[in-house]
């Protein structure tokens, strides 16, 4: 168990519907990564939030957004959904005394 | 900015050694880090570099040299079940210890 929690683990919806993933870092840690795993891909890093504030963002579509909360969770707002945006969601924390970044278990988006 | 390369994709056969390179770049290097993620599955901590040099983890060994912008991870004695991605991610100590990570290297071990 890395002590990062994604839900729901897996999700199915209809195009054009919004889902909201949820993700819950490790015990104080501060920073949150979203990371779109489409299959046979590697993890295409979205966007990261320290401490409540975005601090960088990779190739997330406008369709797309986040936001981290005073509790330090974070969600990923998909919006407008299309079939390409099926995929594996990844979020991972890291914290200024920890050395490696810990990944949630994901959530598998499929839209159909 | 950082960039991280790896090759996409490798084959090798059990029992051999393969060498999985990376090169990266990056404003405030603080540590080079190696996961595995099997198909479906979150990536799993492997190895941590921070200092030029060898680490040795049982099959698994990872080198890094700061100065050359370059890692690679070695796994020895191959077993099938070594087959899956391996993530190179790199830490900015400049930037709250961003981390960063590659697009990844699809090991395939065959028999």
């Known amino acids: 168990d890395s002590g990062v929690t994604q839900t729901p683990k897996h999700l199915i919806t209809a195009t054009g519907q919004r889902v909201t993933l949820r993700c819950s870092p490790r015990s104080g840690d501060l920073s949150v990564y979203w990371y779109q795993q489409s299959l046979d891909q590697g993890l295409q890093f979205l966007i990261q939030y320290y401490n409540g504030e975005e601090r960088a963002k990779g190739n997330i579509l406008e369709r797309f957004s986040a936001q981290q909360f005073p509790d330090l969770h974070s969600e990923l707002n998909l919006s407008s959904l299309e079939l390409g945006d099926s995929a594996l969601y990844f979020c991972?924390?890291?914290?200024?005394?920890?050395?490696?970044?810990?990944f949630g278990q994901g959530t598998r988006l499929t839209v159909v | 900015g950082q960039n991280i390369d790896q090759p996409t994709e490798m084959t090798a056969t059990e029992g051999a050694i393969v060498q999985i390179n990376c090169t990266y770049q990056t404003s405030g290097f603080n540590g080079l880090f190696w996961y595995q993620q099997h198909a479906g599955e979150a990536p799993t901590f492997l190895s941590y570099?921070?200092?030029?040099g060898l680490e040795e983890k049982g099959r698994f060994s990872s080198f890094l040299s700061r100065s050359k912008g370059y890692s690679y991870l070695l796994l020895k004695e191959l077993q099938m079940k070594d087959s899956a991605s391996y993530l190179c991610a790199v830490r900015d100590g400049n930037n709250n210890n961003d981390m960063r990570f590659g697009a990844g290297t699809r090991l395939t071990v065959k028999p």
């Open positions: 570099n921070v200092l030029d």
């Open positions: 991972a924390s890291t914290g200024t005394g920890s050395t490696e970044a810990f």
